[in-house]
């Protein structure tokens, strides 16, 4: 079976984007977009092996982006993109190569099978689409206008047989084309096109970026979790509920501080994302949660999500107690909930009840809360 090696390049410097971490680090939706790029191909059944050539000194920030992936050893590029193409080309083995942006992560399966299918008769093959603006020279006067039936716009990945590849670079000599599609023509290799898609979009702006954000938005679905959660009164108060510390004469028994109210909301979370309950993640019986505050169990459910990539929408939790009443500490719990999760307030509620002094809690012997969590995810 040919080798088929995806090639990520990520050795830019990201200067039209601006801020202060290279754009393929940055996290898209909860996920660097190297990995996205890297993840498009590794999923591909058809791709034997992906790559990645990234900037002199960027080794620790290209391993905390990719994670897992399995990308093999790390190439050095160099300060033009075809440096880092040239210096992947080295590294890699024989076969087929497609040389990918890392600035392009949603790369569609469809179009790898067009590019490998196209390459059996061509000596390359590239993603284009057509332009739809009309299509002028000149800077601040237009200078005549160009056929754009004539004009295509050329994506990646783009695919060729390594050997034809590498002799392409070595005959274009010292010059900095801005693809490759151009170094194999400059070599007059025959590079055929296949039909692109807008998802391959690079993004170079930050606008580009602030769009890329907004379609996987599009893209996510709405869950739903819910939380239950109850300690008994056991000794000398306070009560430390929704974060917050309440005077009481009796205090409520648990291994952390036994916040009902952020136990709840965490198992919530959790269950909005299908992640397990709290104890799977802070089992009681470890010292090391004795006594804890509970804002870090909330904190940990809510990276989790946002880890992969999810929104947090609201959260509404009811509070089932005789005393203390909660209704003038409302605010303060909402205010403080609202602080954990870096929500808006009104993304925050807190209700409370009793009941009628009927079962436990109408005998005062403990506190119940139960809480709903709506978040999005990546689909
Ligand atoms: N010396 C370089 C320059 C670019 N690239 C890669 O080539 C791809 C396309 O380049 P672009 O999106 O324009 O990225 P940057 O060069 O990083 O952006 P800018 O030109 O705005 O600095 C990117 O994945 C980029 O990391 C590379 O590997 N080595
Ligand atoms: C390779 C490329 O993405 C094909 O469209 C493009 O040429 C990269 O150009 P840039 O100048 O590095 O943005």
């Known amino acids: 079976m040919t080798q088929v090696t995806a090639l990520i390049v990520a050795a830019g410097s990201g200067t039209r984007m601006g801020g202060e971490t290279p754009k393929q680090y940055r996290p898209l939706a ?23 050539v990234i900037g002199g000194g960027q080794e620790e920030l290209a391993r905390k982006a990719l994670g897992s992936l399995d990308v093999g050893e790390l190439i050095i590029g160099g300060r033009e993109r075809a440096d880092s193409v040239r210096a992947g080309l080295a590294a890699i083995d024989d076969g087929i190569v497609l040389v990918h942006d890392a600035a392009r992560p949603f790369c569609p399966p469809e179009v790898v099978d067009r590019l490998l299918d196209a390459l059996e008769s061509a000596d390359g093959a590239v993603p284009v689409l057509a332009v739809a603006d009309t299509l002028a020279k000149g800077d601040r006067e237009l200078r005549g206008t160009v056929n754009r039936n004539q004009m295509l716009r050329v994506q990646t990945p783009q695919a060729f047989h390594i050997e034809d590849l590498r002799f392409a670079y070595d005959e274009a000599g010292s010059g900095a084309p801005t693809d490759e599609s151009s170094v194999m023509q400059h070599a007059g290799l025959k590079v055929v096109t296949v039909a692109g898609d807008e998802d391959l979009h690079k993004l170079t702006t930050a606008r580009d970026w602030e769009r890329a954000e907004m379609m996987l938005q599009a893209r996510m679905i709405s869950r739903s979790g819910t939380g239950f959660d109850v300690h008994a009164f056991d000794g000398p108060g306070p009560v430390i509920m929704g974060g917050i510390t309440i005077d009481h004469p009796q205090g409520l028994a648990g291994h952390s501080d036994a916040d009902v109210v952020l136990h709840a909301i965490t198992d919530a979370l959790l269950g909005a994302a299908a992640l397990g309950d709290i104890g799977q993640h802070f089992p009681p019986s470890d010292p090391q949660w004795k006594g804890a505050a509970s804002d870090r169990f909330l904190i940990h459910a809510a990276d989790l999500i946002r880890a992969k990539g999810g929104i947090i929408d609201h959260v509404d939790c009811t509070v089932i107690c005789e005393a203390p009443k909660v209704g003038p500490h409302r605010a303060a719990i909402q205010a403080r909930v609202a602080e954990i999760l870096g929500l808006a307030i009104e993304r925050v509620s807190i209700k409370a009840t009793t009941t009628e002094q009927l079962g436990f809690t109408g005998r005062r012997e403990g506190i119940a809360a139960q809480a709903i969590a709506t978040v999005r995810l990546p689909d």
């Open 30 to 52: 909860g996920k660097a977009l190297l990995a996205h790029a890297c993840e498009a191909l590794l999923s591909h059944p058809r791709i034997t092996a992906v790559r990645v």
